[in-house]
């Protein structure tokens, strides 16, 4: 079937852009197995996709079937946890070649990190009362996938220590807490050598989570660029327009292009694939445009 074409500029059109380059699937801490999510991405009308689950591939090839099936362009990817400067910072990885080269072992190596994480969170959390912490997160994945923060997020609420998962992250898991174990991860500038070696691109994920000044963000920005990170997630799911309008600026001035993410995980909350803020009018060249990705999908 006739594929479709996508802007290669962001002009302001309100309307969605059918682009998708941050989603989670049961490969990671989603809800819904690849083939579902693909099949949720085209009934909402999107064209282009990426599964872009934590510290994984996994769940690529049951995608990129499904993606075949539905006439779907997809990009396989995933989600690098990093640290930068004592914070943790999650670099998305699109690669149109897939895992090799050095990703190969970075991605053993992050596997190999969230068992050793999850140990240390769990014994945390049993402090706050979560008994036998690892083996509730075990049963809440339901699968033998490195366990995740939303995993002993809902293990919290199934032994009713806290109400929602909303409650578990500001209480124990959020930035700071207790259960924010992050000493495993690789420095930034490595993460971002592992994608580089795949043939991908390096997107900054979601830089307005951090709560970081625009002077720190720049910073962190600076420091991507310098790694030879290519993006930053211009648009995260839902934010204010004049952030966004800002965030632009900084991305025009280091040269870094746009991309675009729900950064989706279970149906029936705030964010579906393809649901976030509208893009400004900017300069910024839209990710899908670098020549790494417009090789692969005959933009």
Request: charge should be neutral; charged fraction near 20%; hydrophobic fraction near 45%.
């Amino acid at each position: 079937m006739p594929m479709p074409l996508f802007p290669s500029r962001f002009d302001g059109d309100p309307a969605p852009a059918r682009v998708d380059l941050h989603m989670h699937s049961t490969a990671s801490d989603g809800a819904l197995a690849p083939a579902e999510l693909l099949a949720l991405c085209a009934e909402r009308g999107l064209g282009l996709v990426a599964l872009t689950d934590h510290d994984t591939v996994a769940g690529v090839a049951e995608a990129a079937a499904a993606a075949d099936r539905l006439g779907v362009r997809l990009l396989p990817g995933t989600e690098l946890s990093t640290r930068w400067s004592g914070i943790n910072i999650h670099v998305v990885g699109l690669l149109p070649q897939g895992a090799r080269g050095a990703l190969v072992a970075g991605l053993e190596a992050q596997a190999e990190a969230r068992e050793a994480r999850a140990a240390v969170i769990a014994q945390r959390l049993e402090k706050v009362g979560l008994a036998d912490a690892l083996s509730r997160a075990r049963e809440q994945a339901g699968s033998e996938r490195p366990l995740g923060r939303p995993d002993f997020a809902r293990a919290l609420v199934a032994a009713g220590v806290v109400p929602d998962v909303a409650t578990a992250f500001r209480k124990h898991l959020g930035s700071g807490k207790a259960g924010d174990v992050k000493a495993h991860w690789p420095p930034l500038t490595e993460a971002v050598g592992w994608i580089l070696d795949a043939g991908g691109v390096a997107v900054l994920a979601h830089p307005l989570h951090h709560g970081l000044t625009r002077r720190k963000r720049g910073l962190l920005l600076d420091a991507f660029g310098d790694a030879g990170g290519q993006a930053a997630e211009l648009v995260s799911g839902f934010q204010n327009a004049d952030v966004t309008r800002d965030l632009a600026r900084q991305l025009d001035e280091r040269g870094l292009l746009a991309s675009i993410g729900s950064d989706f995980h279970f149906p029936g909350g705030h964010l579906a694939p393809g649901s976030m803020s509208p893009v400004p009018r900017t300069a910024v060249a839209p990710v899908w445009t670098h020549p790494r990705l417009t090789a692969a999908l005959a933009l």
